[in-house]
């Protein structure tokens, strides 16, 4: 018998008490659901794959500053010795490096024309070894070939013929084609500049981790000569910290007047770049964890209160035949009942917090199953918390029945 | 039914023992009506809550119903007072959030009865003491009176084979008490053993028999005049 139905009535005579812990939990409940969500949902955007090979990838900077620098002849050898050091896989020279938060940007169009819609992508100025040097994997079309490989200078306007995509941008811009359907199609730049699709790539991040099209991606057949290059190197397995020491040292040794700057590894640009989303999980989590032990510690004062308050009522009942057990799970009922009408509270206040950070912040809606574990969880911890009241009630003897108040 | 012997309590603090009961022995058959008089401290309360199962005891023997409760574990003297005992308190101790059909129900749903023979005994229970019609009232909405009548009902319900009934009139007035003393003589009449703790001799001699508490011994009172004389020699005693 679990003296549920005299226990409602009981508190439904006595609802301030447990409105307000009620209230507690619905309003913990909402801040969690919602919290937890956001913090997933933040660490999907951590999880999502950059296409790159991220450990074995470093960048750095060439800039010259001699009168007789010649960017292109240093840029040119540079790449040819760094490929030829023994655990290097490949090197490219890249205007803007994926995630770092910083890079170019233009707008696509499969129209002619200032009127045309365009779709954002994000540019990646490579040479034919940029795909193999990022690692990202042809899934139509061709790569591009030495020959296809141009300039460009700090003021160039024009853009070369070809280009190859992202899957997600072949997706944006051809959305009824499949993606080999993709290959050969003409897109805009600059309103009526064509240019041909020549290849799709599975997977490549832009770098700009918070922008809606971080997926789309365009790479251009083009070294830049704007006084101060970028190398993307990527090196055998486990070889990254050694071949970043024997670049620097290759690069150093020629005497080309130049400084090398900026050395760093895609492991570093990626925590970087993700700091902002896990402090945010941090405070979310410990804003998660206060309130469920302000919560449980409400719990445990709301119970000893009323233990102490019905001291002689719990000395009656175990006079009356009560176990310790059956005083136990009387605080435990009680403590259940109310504690799932603050979840049932939480569960509609829940809802109606996600739906207004939909609304304000653009967040993905909440999924079903963090309320049932928001509950599930919120239950025990009240339960739990309810245990060590509820074990000193059911201590009292039953001889303080026959005590005078 | 009841047989207490040589029962010795003992309360202990750092820096005194008080003796409450000493080599107390007291025999109660069934059906008997004992009133159980002293003064204040003489060791009644303490014997009631031994004979109630409330508090254990140091030394001798006590068979309940030919059961020696000695070294019994917490439940087992749970389920005895459930199942044996009926107390009805000085103060009623009914629970003021639980309407009177809720207070009856709260021995009887300890014992496990299902819902209709817990209904059953309820509505039976609260009809026998007068308070049928009144079975959704609060406790707070009854006069003293009638809230001690629902503790007979309460009591009464689990079909005890003893009553122990701990000063049951000692919040009435006089009305009331008269009462509630005819309720009990006729439950007494209909059966059930009743043991009354009370300091009122004139309560006392309606019982069909008494003990006298003193120092934590008890003495079997054979006529209403050794009452008198044992409850006027205390009087001047502590006077």
């Known amino acids: 018998m679990s003296e549920l139905g005299p226990i409602f009535r009981a508190l439904l005579r006595n609802k301030v008490g447990a409105l307000l812990l009620a209230l507690q939990i619905a309003v913990t409940m909402t801040i969690m659901v919602n919290a937890i969500h956001m913090i997933e949902n933040r660490s999907s955007l951590m999880a999502r794959p950059s296409g790159l090979d991220e450990a074995n990838q470093f960048y750095l ?252 009522q719990i000395g009656t009942r175990r006079a009356l035949g009560a176990t310790r057990w059956q005083i136990i799970r009387h605080f435990l009922v009680e403590n259940a009942l109310v504690t799932s009408c603050g979840l049932i509270l939480g569960v509609g206040s829940s809802i109606a917090l996600n739906i207004w950070l939909v609304d304000v912040f653009s967040l993905p809606r909440v999924g079903w199953h963090y309320l049932p574990i928001a509950m599930a969880v919120l239950l025990v911890v009240g339960q739990l918390a309810v245990l060590g009241p509820a074990r000193r009630a059911a201590a009292i003897s039953p001889a303080l029945a026959t005590r005078s108040a | 039914m009841l047989k207490m012997t040589n029962i010795k309590k003992v309360f202990r603090t750092e820096v005194v023992e008080t003796h409450a009961l000493r080599d107390f022995s007291l025999h109660v058959k069934e059906g008997d009506f004992v009133a159980v008089t002293g003064p204040s401290g003489s060791g009644k309360t303490t014997f009631l809550n031994v004979a ?123 009305a009331m008490a008269q009462s509630v003393l005819e309720l009990l003589e006729d439950i007494n009449k209909a059966g059930t053993t009743i043991i009354m703790v009370t300091h009122d001799p004139i309560l006392a001699k309606r019982a069909g028999r008494n003990v006298f508490v003193r120092d934590g011994q008890v003495t079997e009172v054979t006529k209403e005049a050794e009452l008198d004389e044992l409850v006027q020699k205390t009087a001047q005693v502590g006077g």
């Open chain 1, 61 to 312: 900077s060439s800039t010259g500053y001699a009168q007789d620098f010649n960017e292109q002849l240093v840029v040119e050898e540079d790449l040819r010795l760094i490929r030829q050091l023994p655990g290097i896989v490949d090197a490219t020279q890249i205007n803007a490096i994926p995630l770092s938060g910083g890079g170019w940007s233009m707008g696509l169009s499969v129209e002619p024309g200032a009127e045309a819609r365009g779709s954002g992508i994000a540019v990646y100025f490579v040479d034919d070894n940029g795909m193999n040097t990022l690692d990202v994997e042809l899934i139509a079309g061709r790569n591009f070939s030495a020959s296809e490989i141009g300039y460009r200078g700090r003021n160039a306007t024009e853009w070369p013929q070809n280009i190859i995509i992202t899957e997600a941008a072949a997706k944006e811009l051809f959305p009824d084609l499949s993606v080999s359907e993709a290959v050969g199609k003409t897109v805009y730049i600059n309103n009526d500049e064509p240019m041909t699709i020549i290849g799709i790539m599975d997977q490549l991040q832009a770098p700009w981790v918070g922008w809606s099209a971080v997926e789309r991606v365009m790479l251009v057949p083009q070294r830049t000569l704007f006084g101060s290059s970028r190398y993307f190197i990527r090196t055998e397995p486990g070889q990254r910290d050694a071949m970043i020491k024997a670049t620097e040292k290759l690069l150093l040794d020629r005497d080309v007047g130049r400084l090398i700057r900026n050395v760093r590894t895609m492991e570093e640009t990626r925590d970087d770049s993700y700091r902002g989303h896990q402090a945010l999980q941090t405070i979310l989590w410990v804003i998660v964890t206060v309130l469920t032990i302000i919560t449980a510690l409400g719990i445990v004062g709301m119970v000893t209160f009323s233990v102490n308050r019905r001291r002689k």
């Open chain 2, 52 to 174: 109630g199962l409330l508090e254990t005891f140091d030394e001798g023997d006590y068979l309940l119903d030919g059961q020696s409760v000695k070294g019994m574990s917490d439940n087992q003297l749970a389920r005895m007072r459930n199942e044996k005992i009926g107390f009805i308190f000085q103060s009623f101790n009914l629970l003021p959030d639980l309407n009177l059909f809720d207070n009856v129900d709260v021995p009887l749903r300890y014992r496990g009865f299902n819902a209709k023979e817990r209904k059953e005994r309820i509505v039976q229970a609260l009809e026998t003491v007068g308070l049928g019609s009144r079975m959704k009232h609060l406790p707070a909405q009854l006069s003293g009176g009638q809230q001690q009548r629902v503790a007979i009902a309460r009591a009464l319900a689990g079909e005890p084979r003893f009553l122990l009934a701990d000063e049951p009139t000692g919040n009435l007035d006089s």
